[in-house]
């Protein structure tokens, strides 16, 4: 095999693998899947397991009590939206203070601080986790949580990981977006076709 045959066919095992990743994080698995992938599945609507570390090296087994930001019911799925993102904020802040997280900032913008970072694969795990339970305690009844999705290597960017959510009226599927911003700070939550696109806010928001 010459040099010209060897780098075609090493183009496209590579294009093969990158379509195959793509289709992983595209499929009809439940968001627990992805949970069980890094053994952080909730244990119980009251009990549950989040990341507390970079790459979700470090768990921590935590309780959150958030049912208040539901009540009374979204009239609408947007009105849902912002709660939902209100009711990750919530417990984003009430998870740092047992697992140590609450120096966490934008885009682990706070690495060099010697405190405890989370990088976006622990921001989705979390963010999943936490939409798993408004689900399963009723909370929700504008928005599905859905298997998280990835962006980066097949649009040539860096890649990038989300949880997401989808609108039981239209189908349409959103990005719920933590990692951008510090501890306890809403996520952004926007269309999945807007934020694949390399979608970054204009601020970043970070805590003291």
Not at 144 to 173: C, S, W
Request: with cysteine; aromatic share 8%.
């Amino acid at each position: 095999m010459t040099s010209h045959d060897l780098a075609i066919a090493t183009i496209l095992v590579l294009t093969t693998c990158f379509t195959a990743l793509s289709a992983c994080t595209t499929s009809a698995q439940p968001p627990e899947a992805y949970l069980r992938l890094h053994g952080t599945t909730p244990i119980s609507t009251q009990h549950f397991t989040v990341c507390s570390l970079f790459d979700c090296e470090e768990t921590t087994i935590v309780k959150l009590q958030i049912d208040n930001i539901f009540s009374p019911r979204a009239h609408d799925s947007t009105e849902e939206r912002r709660r939902i993102a209100r009711a990750i904020a919530q417990s984003e802040k009430t998870v740092a203070d047992i697992a140590g997280t609450g120096d966490d900032q934008a885009r682990q913008q706070g690495m060099y601080r010697g405190t405890r970072q989370l990088d976006c694969i622990a921001e989705t795990i979390n963010t999943t986790s936490y939409l798993i339970l408004l689900q399963e305690r009723g909370l929700m009844q504008w928005h599905t949580p859905r298997y998280p999705t990835h962006r980066g290597l097949m649009r040539g960017q860096f890649p990038h990981n989300t949880a997401v959510i989808e609108d039981l009226k239209t189908g349409a599927r959103y990005a719920v977006d933590g990692y951008f911003h510090a501890n306890g700070i809403a996520p952004e939550i926007l269309p999945i076709s807007e934020w694949v696109t390399g979608f970054t806010p204009e601020v970043l928001r970070n805590s003291p």
